[in-house]
């Protein structure tokens, strides 16, 4: 069956410039995370929506980070003003209820030159 | 409030020795505590759950984990490592409670020696 989807797979920015990252669950799937990874660290969690919520935005870095999830299906990751150290591979995960088995992405690789 | 310290961040052991990877975690209720794998360039990748049923819980793998309340671990062992178990583990605790989120270890490292 499909399974967590991301797009782009990888992207390449220029400093300052705004990129949006997205992210398709799993069908019926009612929690949606966002996580980074940076380079030689562990997962940094971002953001977590669950049913109609309010999002647990949390974990966002800066007020340039933000997300939406659209219909309880589909979520947009969108870094304003790109920096550097946004540089990492951002995952998306989704499972059935709050506290139940996440299933990833494959994540999307952001560059940030 | 609720943590998981993932004891080392490199492990080395020779292929066909046992492999013992760390965690400890605290929460203030009954958890629900997780390993996941990343292979280079991969995904990451359930390998095993615990949440209040058995104490002892297999994995895929071959890998198995045992929940101690009494230690507050959930230390991720296998009677024999193979070259293909390199990658970064990752130990996540998450509270009974479907709202809260989930926190995940810093990773260790598994490098496996011929």
């Known amino acids: 069956g499909a399974g967590v989807s991301q797009s782009p797979s990888n992207k390449v920015t220029e400093k300052g410039k705004d990129v949006e990252l997205r992210c398709d669950p799993i069908?019926?799937?009612?929690?949606l995370y966002w996580y980074r990874q940076s380079l030689g660290q562990g997962l940094e969690f971002l953001i977590y929506?669950?049913?109609?919520?309010?999002?647990?935005k949390s974990g966002l870095p800066s007020d340039r980070f933000s997300a939406e999830r659209t219909g309880g299906s589909v979520s947009t990751l969108t870094i304003q003003r790109t920096q550097q150290e946004d540089s990492a591979v951002y995952l998306c995960?989704?499972?059935?209820?709050?506290?139940?088995?996440?299933?990833f992405g494959p994540g999307t690789r952001l560059t940030v030159l | 409030a609720q943590s998981v310290t993932q004891l080392d961040s490199h492990v080395s052991v020779s292929e066909g020795t046992p492999v013992l990877l760390r965690c400890n975690y605290s929460?203030?209720?009954?958890?629900?505590l997780f390993w996941y794998v990343q292979h280079p360039n991969k995904g990451l990748q359930l390998l095993l759950k615990?949440?209040?049923?058995?104490?002892l819980v297999k994995g895929i793998n071959g890998f198995e984990a045992e929940f101690k309340k009494s230690e507050t671990s959930f230390h991720l062992t296998k009677p024999s490592a193979h070259m293909s178990d390199a990658a970064e583990y990752f130990c996540?605790?998450?509270?009974?409670?479907?709202?809260?989120?989930?926190?995940f270890g810093k990773g260790t490292r598994l490098h496996i020696l011929p």
């Open positions: 995960a989704s499972s059935l209820g709050g506290g139940d088995t996440q299933y």
């Open positions: 069908s019926g799937h009612t929690a």
């Open positions: 929506f669950q049913g109609n919520s309010a999002p647990d």
């Open positions: 929460s203030s209720y009954s958890p629900s």
């Open positions: 615990y949440t209040s049923a058995a104490t």
């Open positions: 996540v605790v998450r509270r009974v409670n479907r709202d809260d989120k989930i926190i």
